[in-house]
């Protein structure tokens, strides 16, 4: 599931407004060094647009998995571009490091025997 | 209800019979991955580094909170939770980690994904945060820890993990978990002082990525380490130029992406952002020369070129043939 629910539009419409305002030269074609290294790494380039749509993105849906609206916000404008667009597209894939209390049922008897025969380390910490 | 336990019975057997079979599987995946004994690896321990035993979920905030109070920030797991956790999801984001990182002023750096970068950052002083996955590839357990040091003699890697301030992992049990988290590590670095495993280029976008949140002065701080430590690199060349030019030194960055072309006169992004500052400058017929030269040394379907021909246009309204300019544009070629 690919979640792309980019905001409303009047963002777009603030993004396009400050978008000029963000390079100090009056020549707006400078190519800055995340563009560049973008291209190094042959990343799609990003373009400006994309990154505050999906700052947008990843802003909304922390504060629904319970993140306090203001720290969302300063959340969001902490991480990358090429960060953020990962973020906007499969949070919820992402490994999230939390701990096992999650693990349940038949993967607890997975768990332990795979634990037993040494493949994994999952209750040395309890 | 015995239907029912017989259910289960066969279920859990199913389960083991599974187990056991995935077992086989991961020992025979591990077979063929390279070795690293740690043979040669000398003892260390971090013995300064501060613990912070987590509470529920919060792997994140704990192991964040060890590497930053290292550096000495006055933080606690408690108070950095807010920045990384998100109880949604039980856990801290991988990307979270290194966005609170620069909120704080340091510079997160992901380390090379190889075990000799990992104890080469230990062995200088530097505790590494870990991603381990304890489960398996299609289960996954995720846990953050700080390695802090490893044993030879008993061949443990040190970590604060979890509640033990002093947990010790035999090494390939370790280097297994890690490897499930695709080697994912990074440290704090300070801006002025780049890790000792860092290269130019990764130095660069770490510093690139902390750019909108770290102040002005430890952005420059950085490239000013940059540049002490990589003087000849390309890239710490092109970042200081685009830097010159942001705080309006055009001149300075003109020059610095003339010493680039020199020994690399292919790069069409530096000869781009070249007649950008010499237009800056009002030298636009050299300008209009250099943008054109970009654009030529430029391949048809890079991402680059949008920028580049942006500048040509925006030139060839601007330059006259036989104006009058500046005499300082006679020293830019």
Same mark, same amino acid.
């Given at each position: 599931m690919r979640r792309r629910r980019f905001g409303p539009s009047i963002l777009m419409l603030c993004a396009l407004l400050v978008a000029p305002l963000?390079?100090?030269?009056?020549?707006?074609a400078v190519i800055g060094t995340e563009q560049y290294l973008g291209a190094l790494e042959r990343e799609?380039?990003?373009e400006r647009i994309d990154a505050v749509l999906a700052r947008e993105a990843v802003r909304e849906r922390l504060t629904q998995l319970g993140v306090d609206p203001a720290d969302a916000l300063e959340r969001a404008a902490a991480l990358s571009d090429a960060e953020l667009v990962a973020l906007a597209e499969n949070l919820e894939e992402l490994p999230a490091g939390?701990?096992?209390?999650g693990v349940l049922g038949v993967m607890f008897v997975v768990l332990l025997v795979l634990e037993l025969l040494g493949v994994t380390n999952v209750f040395n910490k309890i | 209800m015995q239907a029912l336990a017989a259910f289960r019975d066969a279920r859990l057997s199913r389960a083991l019979t599974l187990a056991l079979a995935v077992a086989a599987l991961a020992a025979a995946g591990c077979a063929g991955t390279p070795r690293? +004994?740690?043979?040669?690896l000398p003892a260390v321990e971090l013995d300064d580094v501060p613990f912070f035993p987590q509470t529920e979920y919060q792997c994140g905030p704990a192991a964040l909170a060890t590497i930053l109070a290292h550096e000495g920030?006055?933080?606690?797991a408690d108070a950095l939770a807010p920045a990384v956790y998100i109880e949604g999801l039980r856990g801290s984001l991988q990307a979270e980690l290194l966005a609170a990182t620069r909120r704080h002023g340091l510079v997160p750096y992901r380390l090379r994904p190889d075990p000799d970068a990992l104890f080469t950052e230990v062995g200088s002083g530097k505790p590494v945060l870990v991603l381990q996955?304890?489960?398996? +590839?299609?289960f996954p357990v995720w846990h953050y820890a700080v390695v802090v040091g490893f044993d030879p003699t008993r061949g443990d890697v040190l970590l604060r993990s979890g509640t033990e301030r002093r947990r010790r992992e035999p090494l390939r049990r370790f280097l297994r978990s890690w490897a499930r988290a695709d080697h994912w590590a990074f440290v704090a670095a300070p801006p002025d002082e780049p890790p000792v495993t860092a290269d130019a280029a990764g130095w660069i976008r770490a510093i690139t990525d902390a750019a909108r949140v770290l102040p002005p002065s430890s952005v420059d701080a950085a490239l000013d380490a940059a540049t002490s430590r990589w003087p000849a690199e390309p890239i710490v060349l092109y970042a200081s130029a685009v830097r010159a030019g942001e705080a309006g030194r055009w001149q300075d960055a003109a020059r610095a992406y003339a010493v680039l072309l020199e020994s690399d006169p292919g790069n069409a992004a530096a000869r781009n952002n070249l007649a950008n500052m010499l237009a800056e400058g009002g030298c636009f017929g050299e300008a209009l020369a250099q943008a054109r030269a970009a654009l030529a040394a430029v391949?048809?379907?890079?991402?680059l070129r949008p920028a580049i021909e942006d500048t040509v246009d925006t030139l060839e309204r601007r330059a006259y043939v036989g104006a009058a300019e500046p005499d300082y544009c006679a020293a830019f070629p």
């Amino acid at each position: 599931m690919r979640r792309r629910r980019f905001g409303p539009s009047i963002l777009m419409l603030c993004a396009l407004l400050v978008a000029p305002l963000q390079t100090t030269t009056s020549y707006a074609a400078v190519i800055g060094t995340e563009q560049y290294l973008g291209a190094l790494e042959r990343e799609r380039a990003l373009e400006r647009i994309d990154a505050v749509l999906a700052r947008e993105a990843v802003r909304e849906r922390l504060t629904q998995l319970g993140v306090d609206p203001a720290d969302a916000l300063e959340r969001a404008a902490a991480l990358s571009d090429a960060e953020l667009v990962a973020l906007a597209e499969n949070l919820e894939e992402l490994p999230a490091g939390g701990d096992l209390l999650g693990v349940l049922g038949v993967m607890f008897v997975v768990l332990l025997v795979l634990e037993l025969l040494g493949v994994t380390n999952v209750f040395n910490k309890i | 209800m015995q239907a029912l336990a017989a259910f289960r019975d066969a279920r859990l057997s199913r389960a083991l019979t599974l187990a056991l079979a995935v077992a086989a599987l991961a020992a025979a995946g591990c077979a063929g991955t390279p070795r690293f +004994d740690g043979t040669s690896l000398p003892a260390v321990e971090l013995d300064d580094v501060p613990f912070f035993p987590q509470t529920e979920y919060q792997c994140g905030p704990a192991a964040l909170a060890t590497i930053l109070a290292h550096e000495g920030l006055p933080v606690d797991a408690d108070a950095l939770a807010p920045a990384v956790y998100i109880e949604g999801l039980r856990g801290s984001l991988q990307a979270e980690l290194l966005a609170a990182t620069r909120r704080h002023g340091l510079v997160p750096y992901r380390l090379r994904p190889d075990p000799d970068a990992l104890f080469t950052e230990v062995g200088s002083g530097k505790p590494v945060l870990v991603l381990q996955n304890l489960g398996l +590839d299609r289960f996954p357990v995720w846990h953050y820890a700080v390695v802090v040091g490893f044993d030879p003699t008993r061949g443990d890697v040190l970590l604060r993990s979890g509640t033990e301030r002093r947990r010790r992992e035999p090494l390939r049990r370790f280097l297994r978990s890690w490897a499930r988290a695709d080697h994912w590590a990074f440290v704090a670095a300070p801006p002025d002082e780049p890790p000792v495993t860092a290269d130019a280029a990764g130095w660069i976008r770490a510093i690139t990525d902390a750019a909108r949140v770290l102040p002005p002065s430890s952005v420059d701080a950085a490239l000013d380490a940059a540049t002490s430590r990589w003087p000849a690199e390309p890239i710490v060349l092109y970042a200081s130029a685009v830097r010159a030019g942001e705080a309006g030194r055009w001149q300075d960055a003109a020059r610095a992406y003339a010493v680039l072309l020199e020994s690399d006169p292919g790069n069409a992004a530096a000869r781009n952002n070249l007649a950008n500052m010499l237009a800056e400058g009002g030298c636009f017929g050299e300008a209009l020369a250099q943008a054109r030269a970009a654009l030529a040394a430029v391949r048809v379907e890079s991402p680059l070129r949008p920028a580049i021909e942006d500048t040509v246009d925006t030139l060839e309204r601007r330059a006259y043939v036989g104006a009058a300019e500046p005499d300082y544009c006679a020293a830019f070629p």
